[in-house]
């Protein structure tokens, strides 16, 4: 069996929730990464972070990134799946909430994220156009 720890890209970083929205690009632009997890002092997850979240929510509004943290933008319960999920189980989660980017906990901890390149590493040609249609449909 397949799970999410076999497919996942291990070592993510995260931002910290009191981090600026200058601090968070910085980190995308380093990490060459278009999302980062927000975690709290706590060391747990707490949200996600796109650029895409940065331009549109702070940068298009005339806010000043260095004042705007990343906590700020972390809203609602973030999806995430345990390191020890089947591929089946991770694929429905981001089939069902139409998201590219999933989180991997171990212990409470942020592990590792799964990635779209990830799934394309893993699945087959046919898993992987069942998902990319899924994800990308849009309703209505």
């Known amino acids: 069996m397949t799970t999410a720890r076999d497919i996942m890209h291990a070592g993510a970083k995260c931002v910290n929730e009191g ?38 929510k702070c ?3 005339g806010k000043d990134l260095s004042q705007v943290k990343a906590g700020e933008l972390a809203q609602g319960t973030p999806h995430w799946v345990d390191a020890d999920a089947d591929l089946k189980q991770v694929l429905n989660l981001m089939e069902q909430h139409q998201i590219r980017r999933l989180p991997v906990i171990a212990d ?27 994800v990308y449909a849009t309703s209505g």
């Open 19 to 56: 981090e600026s929205l200058q601090r968070a690009a910085q980190m995308m632009r380093d990490l060459n990464v278009g999302s980062l997890p927000i975690c709290g002092n706590d060391d747990r997850l707490h949200g996600m972070i796109t650029d895409r979240d940065i331009v549109v």
């Open 59 to 61: 940068c298009a509004e």
């Open 108 to 134: 409470h901890r942020l592990v590792g994220m799964i990635s779209e390149a990830d799934l394309a590493r893993n699945l087959s040609d046919e898993q992987l156009a069942h998902f990319v249609e899924n």
